[in-house]
Every structure is written in structure tokens, then in C-alpha cells.
């Protein structure tokens, strides 16, 4: 049975809602633009990032997310911008959601160890609803448990929809050891429901990270080993989630191992593995599910790259780039 679309069948069909929360990448810091506009634009140069996750990949209806994105600095006006697309596929294709972004940062140095930047993101979303993939109660045998009968529940008047949606953040860096960071997703939660009801915005999201880097010596590359705490925590309507956990890089490798909580019980551990060389990188994170479903589930694999290259380099750079963990 397709418990997936079932479950996305019985929201539509029950309440009639759908207030679904944001798709969430493991590894925070590789997907920064989609973490925190006011990461875009931070590295020296140009920045390539692909993100992959696979969640739930024993389960038939699935849930996959890809993102893709570019950000370049503007040197001679203390700025970023960049541009983002993201997929978020969910029960092998019954729903579908497409973004592309704009994003702006504006970096600010505020002392000659402090630095602020401010981002502001533009969105355009459209979400897809296939029908046809959609399981109902009503199609489901109660003896056999086979899905065959034609469902009585009336499809919304469009099966497609798009919006425009407004984000904004904050980051800051503080002797290149010590960063944080704000994040205000869907400022003006507009109506993604199906329906015309009056009760189906996109909630708003919140997201508060930061961490610290510890220098506690050199490896055999004569390169530092850097250890660093991190925490993030995020709320979109009644979802809560914490991430508490550490990185520990010893060039070319980067390791880590975070927690997941949402308040109630441990969500899932994290194990991170990821190898960077010059100016790639790539990472590798698998989601051990905790909850109830742990042994169906299957987790969730994930996958990033990145790879940065300087277009042009403005040799009168005046403000440093901002330290932020690898993955």
C-alpha cells in the first residue's frame, strides 16, 4: 500500500488544507542561500551548489528534493547575488513543487573582527497536483486491502497554482571563530491551498543557527584542525525542530554527527562524511530515523557539491569573506 499518497490524499481530502512545511537539507551549510539569504554572495568568487536528498526511500511515495544554485560577490559595492531553483517531488509525483529565486546581500563590517550581512529573497513557486496518483480511503478494499474502486471525492477546481513569496535573513561573524544567523521564510504567507479556503497560507518560517570554530591543532597536511559546535533551530507553524551537533575538520576530510529533536522525541541521528579539495567539495549525510517508522523508513541519503571560481576578482576587496561550516 502507498502509504505516502495515502496520507496526502486523506489532507486533501479531510481539510481540504495544505500546509506543508519547507523540504529541509541535512547539511545546513551546504545549501547556505537556501538556509539564510543573507549567506548569498560570501566566498571569494562564484559559487556553484547542488544539493540531492532522498527521504524515506523504502517507502513507496517518497519524498525528493533537489536544489541548484549561483551566487557571486560584488566587490565594489560590499554585495552578493545569486539565483536558486529548487524541485520538491513528493509521493513519486503526486505533488510537485518548483522555485526559482532571486536573492541580494548586502555586507556590512562593522568593527575590523565584526561583520553583518543582510539578504533578501524573491521567490516564485508553483505547485503541481497529479490526481491520478492520489490514493483514497474509499479506493481501498477493506477485506482485500487492494486499491481498485473509483474514489467519490471531488478533485479542486485547479490542479495547478502559482505565487510569489518574500524571505529575508541576517548574519553575523565575529573574529572568524564565533557566527549566527536569522532567517524569515514566507513574510506574507500567501495561499497555497487547492481550495478556496480561508485557512491555507504558507506558514511562515523561522530559522536561528550559529556555532563556533576551535582551532585544537595541525594535521599532517600542516593544515588547522577545526572543531565546531553548532546548533539550529527552526519553527513553521506548529513544527518545531532542533539540530544540535559538531563538525570536525581535518583537511581533506570533514566529519559530523547531529542530533534531531522536534520537541516531542528524537527525530533522527546524522552521519556526515564529506572531502574537500582546492575549491570543490562534496559531502555525503545519512539520516538515521529514530521514530516509530525507523525500521521502514529506510532514512534519508543525501548528497551536496559545491565549486567555487573566480570570474573576475576584484583586487580593491575591502571586506573578508564570512567563516561558515563547510556542510
Partial sequence: MKKVIVIIAVFISLTTIVNAQDPSFSQFYASPMYLNPALTGTTWCGRLTLNYKNQWPSLDGHFVNYNAAFDQSLDRINSGYGIMFNSDNMGDGA????????????????????????????????????????????????????????????????????????????????????????????????????????????????????????????????????????????QQGKFHQLNVGCYVNYYPFVGGLWMRHNFENADAAIILLGFKQNNWKVGYSYDITLSEISNASGGAHEISFAWEFCIERDKRRTLRTINSPEF
Fill in 95 to 234: 505533488m510537485k513543487t518548483n522555485t526559482i529565486s532571486g536573492l541580494y546581500s548586502y555586507h556590512l563590517q562593522l568593527g575590523r573582527e565584526m561583520f553583518l550581512n543582510a539578504g533578501f529573497q524573491a521567490t516564485y513557486i508553483q505547485t503541481k497536483l497529479d490526481w491520478n496518483k492520489l490514493v483514497f480511503g474509499d479506493m481501498i478494499d477493506p477485506v482485500s486491502g487492494t486499491i481498485g474502486n473509483v474514489t467519490q471525492e471531488t478533485p479542486p477546481p485547479n490542479l495547478s497554482m502559482g505565487y510569489v513569496d518574500f524571505s529575508a535573513g541576517t548574519f553575523f561573524s565575529y573574529k572568524g571563530k564565533y557566527y549566527g544567523g536569522f532567517a524569515a521564510h514566507h513574510l506574507t504567507t500567501p495561499d497555497n491551498g487547492f481550495y478556496n479556503l480561508t485557512d491555507s497560507q504558507l506558514q511562515m518560517k523561522m530559522t536561528v543557527h550559529g556555532g563556533a570554530n576551535f582551532d585544537v591543532g595541525m594535521n599532517g597536511h600542516n593544515e588547522p584542525i577545526i572543531v565546531s559546535p553548532n546548533i539550529l533551530f527552526q
